[in-house]
């Protein structure tokens, strides 16, 4: 069974831009969330989707903003780049009861230049 | 979201059995103790889950306290490939969509 998928595994923006992060879950798995990675914030919670409606939402600006798709496939969006928005950005699914172990995507690397 | 406590490194040598400590003294009676662990350059991966009695699986034990108030990752036989950080998280059924991720441990083996 193939892993959570992640797309572009790195990218360089530039302030003010806006960028699309791209996840694939495992095959199965209708749920999807997203999170942040920075060395000084650690691993924060972004957002979850499950079945294209987003579930829950963590403490982040309106700049950021998700979506899912009927195939369980799921984007993020930043807008509006800020330098602080540099971090790794990873995705992670699972199948169906609340308490399932989450399967993370290597990651998308963000940098904001 | 109730919040854990971990030393923020510890060290050990190969093949050596490890015990990684973990305090959540405002555990609730309907929290999961879950544990993942993160390598170098991967996203993090699940490594156990318990409620209230020990648990076992291929990767490692999990010893929970009989007042729930703290619990301890065991890696029996140490490899270079169990250097990480190891991230303890409560989960309760409500809201266990988002995992709520402390500093962790980071853990050095050496060889």
């Known amino acids: 069974k193939a892993g959570v998928t992640q797309t572009p595994r790195y990218l360089i923006k530039t302030r003010g831009q806006q960028v699309t992060l791209s996840c694939s879950p495992i095959s199965g798995h209708r749920s999807v969330s997203w999170y942040q990675q920075t060395p000084g914030q650690g691993l924060q919670f972004l957002f979850e989707?499950?079945?294209?409606?987003?579930?829950n939402k963590g403490n982040f600006p309106g700049r950021f903003s998700g979506r899912q798709f009927s195939n369980s496939r799921s984007e993020m969006n930043v807008s509006t780049l800020e330098l602080g928005d540099s971090a790794l950005y990873l995705c992670?699914?699972?199948?169906?009861?609340?308490?399932?172990?989450?399967?993370f995507g290597p990651g998308t690397r963000l940098t904001v230049l | 979201d109730a919040k854990t406590t971990q030393p923020n490194s510890m060290e050990s040598n190969e093949e050596e059995p490890v015990h990684l400590p973990c305090n959540h003294s405002?555990?609730?009676?309907?929290?999961?103790i879950h544990w993942y662990r993160q390598l170098p350059s991967q996203g993090p991966e699940y490594v156990i889950h318990g409620l209230t009695s020990n648990v076992n699986n291929r990767m490692a034990s999990l010893a929970i306290a009989e007042d729930r108030k703290s619990s301890t990752l065991i890696l029996h036989r140490a490899t270079l490939r169990d250097a990480a950080v190891y991230y303890c998280?409560?989960?309760?059924?409500?809201?266990?969509?988002?995992?709520?991720f402390g500093q962790g441990t980071r853990l050095t083996i050496n060889p």
């Open positions: 405002t555990i609730s009676g309907t929290d999961y």
């Open positions: 992670a699914s699972f199948a169906l009861g609340n308490l399932d172990e989450q399967f």
């Open positions: 998280i409560l989960r309760s059924f409500q809201g266990a969509q988002k995992l709520v």
């Open positions: 989707y499950f079945s294209e409606t987003q579930r």
